[in-house]
């Protein structure tokens, strides 16, 4: 590998690396905001009630019907909040917590998205 392409994929990473940060900040910053609110309410609802019985148990007590592994890093995440607010009390930071997961997924997905499309479109 010759150091013009050694420098190009050290720009490559250093680029995608700060387009993530903006994306995380950004997403961060605007996670407080409500969304769809029976959306937020309802992964709120599903939350509590897994918290308060066994993982699986939430389908027998709510009207959960996503698959358990969208739910289980939801629950992370209310393990989370209730570590840092006992009370549960609802605020932006318990919502942007529900919405800590999706948010990882999509960085990952744009990662995964721009690895593919260098390996078909790159330089030869």
């Known amino acids: 590998m010759s150091r013009e ?11 995608l690396t700060i387009i993530l940060l903006l994306a995380g900040v950004w997403r961060i910053w605007l996670g407080p905001m409500r969304g769809h609110i029976h ?29 358990p592994l969208a739910l289980w890093p939801l629950m992370g995440m209310g393990y989370v909040y209730r570590w840092w607010s006992p009370e549960m009390v609802d605020s932006g930071l318990w919502t942007t917590l529900l919405k800590v997961p999706a948010m990882v997924a ?13 390996r078909e479109w790159g330089p030869r």
């Open 39 to 67: 959306d937020i309410e309802q992964l709120k609802s599903w939350v509590m009630m897994a918290l308060g019985t066994r993982p699986l148990a939430i389908y027998d007590v709510s009207s959960a019907n996503y698959p």
């Open 5 to 15: 392409e050694i420098r190009w994929e050290k720009g490559k990473v250093i680029g």
């Open 106 to 118: 999509d960085l990952v997905l744009v990662v995964i998205i721009y690895r593919w499309m260098g």
